[in-house]
């Protein structure tokens, strides 16, 4: 079965940092481009990052650029996300997605984020 | 950045109906060299992930219902649901894949009447 599963999301503290985790399961990792896509509970969805199948292509959101910082190990199937400096404006739903024909055809079930004091 | 705009916000429509839900984008997202607007839409529904339905404006992901479909080119694209279902109740997203940043639509929340 093809799936992606998140971990990682946590309670923190402004200014604080969070890596945030996505296992893929069923389908050749390392032949994806993968992103990461935010969405506030009850609002819509933010695209955040994504990285091509070696990292040597990584894009940021304007609003994560310099604070957030994707990543991925082929070898163990897994994409990262590095968020520092983290902010109220941060609390989300982080989704992980996998990117087939220029659109996003599997999403994980998503980890949730809360940054609070 | 690439500004998408859907509307309605919302709607409501009979079962067996047809919804239509509209999607404009601030600049083209034509590639006229191989003819593909990268244009997506989505469908979530509480609690749940995002689906992909359909990539390049019209073409339908594989298991999605044909009373799916897209339509449009350059900045103006339409979903179109066809003989509308209960399980169709959900918030429909247009998303841009043309120039990163990647941008969605607000949404569209449709219900059944």
């Known amino acids: 079965e093809v799936k992606l599963v998140e971990s990682g999301g946590d309670l923190v503290q402004p200014g604080g940092s969070l890596r945030l985790s996505c296992t893929a399961f069923g389908f050749i990792f390392s032949s994806h481009w993968m992103h990461w896509v935010r969405q506030v509970p009850g609002k819509g969805l933010e695209w955040v990052s994504r990285?091509?199948?070696?990292?040597?292509?990584?894009t940021y959101a304007g609003s994560v650029k310099g604070r957030f910082t994707i990543a991925r190990d082929n070898a163990k199937n897994t994409l990262y996300l590095q968020m520092n400096s983290l902010r109220a404006e941060d609390t989300a739903v982080y989704y992980c997605?996998?990117?087939?024909?220029?659109?996003?055809?599997?999403w994980g079930q998503g980890t949730t984020v809360t940054v609070s004091s | 950045d690439i500004v998408m705009t859907q509307s309605p916000d919302s709607l409501t429509v009979s079962l067996g109906e047809r919804a239509t839900i509209n999607c404009k984008s601030s600049?083209?997202?034509?590639?006229?060299?191989?003819?593909?607007?990268?244009l997506n839409w989505y469908q979530q529904k509480p609690g749940q992930p995002p689906r992909l339905l359909i990539y390049?404006?019209?073409t339908r992901e594989s298991g999605v219902p044909d009373r799916f479909s897209g339509s449009g080119s350059g900045t103006d694209f339409t979903l179109t649901i066809n003989s509308l279902q209960t399980e169709d109740v959900a918030v429909y997203y247009c998303?841009?894949?043309?120039?990163?940043?990647?941008?969605f639509g607000q949404g569209t929340r449709l219900e059944i009447k």
């Open positions: 390049w404006s019209s």
């Open positions: 997605a996998r990117e087939a024909v220029w659109s996003l055809d599997v």
């Open positions: 990285s091509n199948n070696d990292q040597s292509d990584r």
């Open positions: 600049q083209s997202l034509l590639d006229r060299s191989n003819n593909r607007n990268y």
């Open positions: 998303q841009q894949y043309y120039t990163p940043p990647l941008t």
